[in-house]
């Protein structure tokens, strides 16, 4: 088969590179399962009646079709964009099945057909975690979600993955402090300061006069209330003190200094209140998160979310629930870019290469190879009979450390092809030290 073009936005990874990628889920699954998160995995297709009714994320659904399919689809599928959607509908479909309060955790890809750039792919891997309530869904799981974040990111520090700012806001504030200053067309200026990083202070003025109609001093008021920034809960005194009243700023207020009060105590610094941020998504209706790397903040959000009171319904029930996002592949723009120093010692599970002496040999090295993977050691036998330099070569393209030999002086012999140690060894017993048994991933 010929070379294929490469497809912009669907990336593939080396060996290695998997290998980094594959520690940083593995410690992403095991936080979250030590918070009590049940593992699910989501289908890879939902109705597209489902999947573009929120927001203007409709745009960039990948449709799905049989290639022979007779005239048009009665039910016609999408891949998910993300992960929430396909919660609701699971939720909706075994809500018998299941306890609640729910904790769900995912690991898998998404696809958004958007242009592709710097930590930005049509087919990407993401890692969720959502708390679904069968009523009631108490205030503290919005505190509890980000600090999961936050302990997730603490578990990836020692791979190099720098520490992370957790940004919060409240859309009930939002919405509150716009009608309370007269302005109706909520989304429009959700909209508007969402894009206050992106565009500045002055272009958002005239997005808000524009989009959502607002004079001169509501977009001062609009401005001044996304300038407000702090990790502590006090920063409600600078909202109360722009004069602004309605029961839903109040409710915002309230639950956002509920939770800046409790993250100060539990992880000091890493959750920060921003009044700008809105998130794009329509179904956000308390809570809302984003998070940056620290020193890399211009790679963008690399874990997102927020509260959602309405997503999941079956007849007359709904199930609130709050979850965040993480963005793997986001994530791993920054892990795989040279100036990061994060590694991995190999991309090749084998530990061993078992030499053959020649072809008629070869079943004794499979023995040593079978008796070597019994005892969960990874291991290849050479592939060809050549002179045992060219054998210990292709380990050294391989970066697999060790070499075993079965006629050595001694009888089974394995070198280290690092220091050119070779010393007697045991089938049954032998092993490499504990760094080299398997790839590890560290910062140079």
Not at 69 to 80: F, K, M, Q
Not at 359 to 375: K, S
Not at 398 to 422: C, L
Request: proline fraction near 6%.
């Amino acid at each position: 088969m010929a070379k294929s073009a490469r497809l912009s936005g669907f990336p593939e990874r080396l060996p290695a590179e998997r290998v980094i990628e594959k520690k940083v889920i593995d410690i992403l699954e095991h936080t979250f399962a030590l918070h009590g998160f049940s593992a699910l995995n989501h289908r890879a297709v939902e109705p597209i009646s489902q999947l573009a009714k929120d927001g203007e994320i409709d745009k960039e659904i990948f449709a799905v079709s049989r290639l022979h399919s007779e005239g048009a689809e009665r039910n016609p599928l999408g891949l998910h964009f993300d992960l929430t959607v396909p919660l609701a509908r699971y939720i909706a479909d075994n809500a018998n099945e299941l306890s609640f309060p729910f904790k769900a955790a995912r690991v898998q890809p998404v696809w958004r057909g958007e242009r592709p750039q710097q930590g930005r792919y049509r087919e990407f891997i993401q890692a969720d975690i959502d708390v679904i309530a069968d009523a009631e869904l108490p205030g503290h799981f919005e505190v509890e979600i980000p600090l999961a974040v936050a302990d997730a990111f603490a578990r990836l520090a020692p791979l190099g993955v720098p520490g992370v700012k957790i940004v919060v806001n409240d859309r009930r504030l939002l919405e509150g402090f716009a009608r309370g200053i007269g302005l109706e067309t909520i989304q429009a200026v959700l909209r508007c300061l969402d894009k206050y990083d992106k565009i500045g202070p002055e272009e958002v003025a005239k997005l808000l006069a524009t989009e959502a109609g607002a004079n001169e001093e509501q977009q001062r008021l609009c401005l001044e209330l996304a300038a407000i920034e702090s990790d502590s809960p006090d920063f409600a005194e600078e909202v109360r003190a722009l004069g602004v009243e309605h029961p839903l700023l109040d409710a915002g207020l309230d639950s956002l200094t509920t939770m800046l009060r409790a993250a100060h105590d539990r992880a000091p610094g890493v959750i920060v209140a921003q009044l700008k941020i809105a998130r794009g998504l329509d179904y956000y209706t308390g809570a809302v998160y984003e998070t940056q790397l620290i020193g890399y903040e211009e790679l963008g959000s690399v874990a997102s979310g927020g509260r959602y009171d309405s997503l999941a319904t079956v007849g007359k029930k709904t199930y609130p629930g709050v979850g965040m996002s993480i963005g793997v592949s986001r994530l791993m723009a920054f892990i795989l870019d040279p100036e990061s120093g994060i590694s991995a010692t190999r991309g090749i599970p084998s530990a061993v290469v078992v030499a053959v002496t020649d072809e008629e040999g070869r079943a004794e090295a499979d023995a040593v190879a079978a008796a070597l993977r019994a005892r969960d050691i990874a291991c290849e036998v050479s592939p060809s009979a050549t002179k045992f330099g060219k054998q210990i070569r292709y380990a050294e393209r391989r970066e697999i450390p060790f070499v075993w030999f079965t006629g050595g002086e001694s009888g089974h012999e394995v070198k280290d092809i690092r220091s050119g140690e070779q010393i007697p060894a045991d089938p049954q017993t032998w092993e490499p030290p504990e760094a080299d048994l398997r790839p590890r991933v560290y910062k140079a």
